[in-house]
């Protein structure tokens, strides 16, 4: 497919997603803001590429204008959003990306009907965030209709990636985050804490403001929302020590200063992980007469199936199986979209 422009190529995830895209024969358009990354990048592959700021209105329109479907890699997504999103509107050009941060979800929603007007699709959080655990929440919604609580849980051991660490360093003053009674409520980090099964196994795991919060409600109308990550105690303390020093956390110096040590000491997963480790996640849906169902999933490495189900939900917008306006993974397609990926397996828990 030659209609595609991926922006953010060169980062660790965007570069997993153009390395699959040309093992399918696609032969998308490379962009980003750094000249020399996508140039080396697209010179690799042989494919073509443009070079400009996200905030540059003019090139938009001029790498837009040709184009059916816009991936969007480049984080923090709250920063790039706002000028990305609207572009992609008035140049009437579906729009997907990798997003987890809330507020992302939360702005792009926002512009559903402008999105409808213009007769594109918005999906955004087609990678590990959200697709498994939105395809999970409406799963169980299905198996138990009359659902009002759901609680999600994964487990991923691989590490982040530069991209995903700068969007927790962005956010992390923000804390976690739950939905009460259709209501997303901020909480201190590292705030809740259960034990929960993954992979068969009683793990630790924190509440975390994941997608999920946001985007599972548009999925599957379940008013009440919280989603938990497998955390060692001792990480959890210290992210609750450091969820104190919040209000220093964000400013400009720290953030600069936590930048600098994020690109010198994080790289992301190499090969070997990425193809030996897996995703485990757990989710539970009851109701008000004391109804429950559990559910768990076992799908590919993170970052290796973001760089699968990206490219899958890219061709089905292309393909016209989504409506226009703001979607959700699993709205779009269906609680069986994981389930198109080699190697996920889901069971219903007793």
Request: glycine share 8%.
């Amino acid at each position: 497919m030659n209609n595609v422009i991926i922006y953010g190529a060169y980062g660790y995830t965007g570069r997993l997603i153009v390395e699959r895209a040309v093992e399918l024969g696609w032969t998308p358009t490379l962009a980003g803001r750094n000249l020399s990354l996508v140039k080396t990048l697209a010179e690799k592959y042989n494919l073509p590429f443009v070079s400009f700021e996200f905030d540059d209105k003019r090139s938009w329109d001029n790498a837009l204008k040709d184009k059916d479907l816009l991936l969007n890699c480049a984080g923090p997504f709250s920063i790039t959003i706002r000028d990305i999103l609207p572009a992609c509107i008035r140049n009437n050009t579906h729009y997907c990306d990798i997003t987890g941060e809330i507020e992302v979800f939360e702005y792009i929603q926002g512009n559903d009907q402008k999105a409808k007007d213009a007769g594109i699709v918005m999906l955004p959080g087609v990678g590990f965030d959200v697709v498994p655990t939105d395809c999970l929440s409406l799963f169980l919604k299905e198996q138990l209709p009359t659902a009002t609580h759901l609680e999600l849980a994964f487990e991923s051991n691989s590490g982040l990636s530069r991209g995903t660490a700068f969007s927790v360093l962005n956010r992390f003053h923000k804390g976690s985050a739950i939905r009460e009674n259709r209501v997303i409520k901020e909480m201190a980090a590292a705030s809740s804490n259960k034990l929960l099964p993954f992979n068969g196994k009683m793990k630790n795991a924190v509440g975390i403001a994941w997608g999920d919060v946001f985007t599972s409600f548009y999925t599957t109308g379940i008013p009440n929302i919280q989603v938990y990550t497998a955390m060692p105690e001792k990480t959890m303390n210290i992210m609750r020590k450091a969820g104190k020093w919040s209000w220093l956390i964000k400013t400009k110096l720290v953030q600069k200063m936590g930048r600098r040590i994020i690109n010198k000491r994080i790289k992301g997963p190499g090969a070997e992980k990425r193809d030996s480790l897996m995703a485990h996640l757990y989710g539970k849906v009851w109701d008000d007469n004391g109804n429950v169902v559990e559910a768990s999933l076992n799908t590919l490495e993170s970052y290796k199936l973001t760089s699968i189900t990206a490219l899958i939900c890219a061709e089905k917008i292309l393909k016209g199986e989504a409506s226009a306006g703001y979607n959700t993974p699993a709205g779009a397609f269906g609680s069986e979209l994981i389930m198109e990926v080699e190697g996920s397996t889901r069971q219903l828990l007793d």
